[in-house]
């Protein structure tokens, strides 16, 4: 079993609804966990982070953790075309030199 | 602030040539990295180093070397050039704060250079 998994998509979705994307992993270790956006031809940018369980909410953006579950989940509400991009979890333990892992990314397309 | 510059942005090299990809950052991080990212592979990571002067293997290292002289700068080498690193490659550095009982590291990304190797 990979220790990231995340479904690669296309997830095609018309404008303004509310967008789910996920991630499983497999180690109950990982602390902190994390989405990142990347738009086409560009670098991964840090959108949003959690520590633990719970929800955090930016925005349209929340993310929630479930590690009862090892299932993580990011929510886009109100989507734009401007959403259009890859997603990509990520998740690390809690010691400072402790390796990012991340997944293998959501392709997502809001269509007007 | 540039944030995390990468130069070239895109290069063609043929099997068996040499080239250094050069990743700056002007924000004062002690951590810095080298990634790949192929279709359907996700990020991998290649080498990293924890500070000036130091550099550890990371998933996928063979191929590549790498050097860090100066804080700023994260050099990455193929010495010999193989078609299998044909890829677009990365560069991140990063700051780690106090985050409940742990660290949250926060890494930034550089633009990528698009390397084919023929």
């Known amino acids: 079993q990979k220790e990231v998994e995340q479904d690669p998509g296309p997830l095609s979705v018309p404008e303004g609804a509310i967008v789910s994307l996920n991630c499983t992993y497999s180690?109950?270790?990982?602390?902190?966990f994390m989405w990142y956006r990347q738009y086409s031809r560009k670098g991964p940018e840090l959108l949003m982070y959690?520590?633990?369980?719970g929800n955090k909410e930016d925005g349209r953006f929340t993310a929630q953790v479930d590690k009862s579950s090892k299932y993580i989940s990011l929510f886009i509400r109100d989507s734009q075309p401007s959403d259009s991009a890859t997603y990509l979890c990520?998740?690390?333990?809690?010691?400072?030199?402790?390796?990012?892992?991340f997944g293998k990314g959501t392709r997502l397309h809001i269509l007007p | 602030n540039a944030g995390v510059t990468q130069t070239p942005k895109f290069r063609v090299l043929k099997t068996g040539q040499s080239m250094t990809l050069l990743c700056a950052q002007d924000?004062?991080?002690?951590?810095m990295y080298w990634y790949r990212q192929d279709p359907g592979m996700g990020l991998r990571l290649i080498h990293y180093?924890?500070?000036?002067?130091?550099?550890a293997k990371g998933e996928v290292p063979d191929g590549y070397n790498v050097s860090r002289l100066k804080k700023q700068n994260f050099l990455l080498g193929l010495e010999s050039a193989a078609p299998s690193q044909t890829s677009v490659y990365f560069c991140?550095?990063?700051?780690?704060?106090?985050?409940?009982?742990?660290?949250?590291?926060?890494?930034?990304f550089g633009p990528g250079t698009r390397l084919l190797v023929l």
């Open positions: 959690t520590y633990s369980s």
């Open positions: 991140a550095s990063s700051y780690s704060q106090k985050s409940g009982t742990g660290y949250q590291e926060t890494q930034y």
């Open positions: 990520a998740m690390t333990y809690m010691n400072r030199d402790d390796k990012i892992i």
């Open positions: 180093s924890v500070g000036e002067g130091t550099t």
């Open positions: 924000m004062n991080h002690e951590y």
């Open positions: 180690n109950s270790a990982f602390q902190y």
